[in-house]
């Protein structure tokens, strides 16, 4: 299998706190896992490609500061977001190659997302 | 520059008729074409890919179509099913890991 979670699924907070988001590969090995944004009605929208034991890779735009991602072991990922304000408001989804499952390499499988609201 | 399109962001389909979903790409270097499945506040579900050495690949209900000259893809469903309502994406890679979208379309099965 190839399944993601992530925790939490839905989370409130009030302006200038931070945030962690976990993402976590439950039955593979993600070398690599990247983080989405996605806004209502929207498409997905790259925000950058965390890669086990070394820096992320943020895609143009995105801020490398406020959105802090670490990816410590090869099933975690997090993400905070740091000085959370309400423009920070979406849905964040993860999600994870898993290279070893057969199937192209570049086969991502998402986790379920996760709904920040900041007040 | 939006390199994988899908210009429908709307298709109803009666159920137990065929549905089909289109996705246009510009870029020719992508090779390994996707589609996922979405429900509201859900991550997306991957259904079925395509490598572009192939034009036809099947799994079950779904089949995706590729033709490389016009750049286009399609998403077959048949017979479409109640269970099938969601967004459906497209998605392109072209050996650089990442991948990128379409806008998606949101289909609508009507018993």
């Keep these: 299998g190839a399944v993601v979670s992530q925790h939490p699924s839905r989370v409130i907070c009030k302006s200038g706190t931070s945030v962690k988001i976990e993402c976590r590969s439950l039955d593979f090995q993600a070398t690599t896992m990247f983080w ?12 950058a490609t965390s890669n086990e034991g070394s820096k992320a890779t943020y895609e143009q735009g995105v801020e490398k500061d406020k959105f802090l991602i670490n990816h410590a072991s090869l099933t975690l990922s997090t993400l905070t977001v740091t000085s959370a304000h309400p423009e920070d408001s979406s849905f964040y989804i993860c999600s ?19 709904r920040l609201t900041v007040l | 520059d939006q390199q994988v399109k899908q210009n429908s962001p709307s298709l109803s389909v009666q159920e137990g008729r065929i549905s089909i979903l289109n996705c246009d790409y510009t870029n020719s270097m992508f090779d390994y074409f996707l589609w996922y499945k979405k429900y509201p506040a859900e991550g997306p579900t991957f259904l079925i890919s395509i490598s572009s050495i192939k034009d036809k690949n099947e ?4 089949t995706v179509f590729l033709n490389k000259s016009a750049k286009h893809l399609s998403l077959h469903i048949v017979p479409s099913q ?3 309502s969601a967004v459906y994406f497209c998605a392109a890679s072209g050996g650089a890991q990442k991948l990128v979208f379409g806008q998606g379309t949101r289909l609508t099965i009507n018993p």
Aim: glycine share 16%; hydrophobic share 30%; charged share 20%.
């Design chain 2, 59 to 62: 799994d079950g209900r779904f």
């Design chain 1, 36 to 47: 989405y944004r996605q806004f209502p009605k929207q498409s997905l929208m790259l925000m």
């Design chain 1, 96 to 114: 994870a190659r898993n290279a070893l499952a057969g199937g192209h390499q570049d086969t991502q499988y998402f986790g379920p997302g996760t």
């Design chain 2, 82 to 84: 109640p269970g099938d």
